[in-house]
Nanobody, 122 residues
Framework: QVDLVESGGGLVKAGGSLSLSCSVS????????MGWYRQAPGEQRELVAQ???????NYADSVKGRFTISRDYAENTKYLQMNSLKSEDTAVYYC????????????????WGQGTQVTVPS
């Protein structure tokens, strides 16, 4: 069984910083990628940032230069450092992890966190 727990978020003034973390635990055979998505009211869920097992990163254009995704390989934990926050960053942020759980054969998983609110008042 593989579990995912995310934490962080909150309310911060425009221009401020917040960080999010997401940990995956359990009988993990291999992690493929971990990412952060967000969904604002009335909007579709969108990719914010993603990091692959090989360390490649991908960012939404709207957060490039302001957000940084990183990963602690030993702990299967990833972090999203959000700087220079804007009101348009206000959304529920969701952690996602894709990989394979141990098994014969390994079983693919695609897990989502419960979501954490990030609010940046305008």
């Amino acid at each position: 069984q593989v579990d995912l727990v995310e934490s962080g978020g909150g309310l911060v003034k425009a221009g401020g910083s917040l960080s999010l973390s997401c940990s995956v635990s359990g009988t993990i055979f291999r992690l493929v990628a971990m990412g952060w998505y967000r969904q604002a009211p009335g909007e579709q869920r969108e990719l914010v940032a993603q990091i692959t097992a090989g360390g490649n990163t991908n960012y939404a254009d709207s957060v490039k230069g302001r957000f940084t995704i990183s990963r602690d390989y030993a702990e299967n934990t990833k972090y999203l450092q959000m700087n220079s926050l804007k009101s348009e960053d206000t959304a529920v942020y969701y952690c996602n992890a894709v990989g394979y759980a141990s098994g014969s054969p390994p079983v693919r998983f695609d897990l989502w966190g419960q979501g954490t609110q990030v609010t940046v008042p305008s």
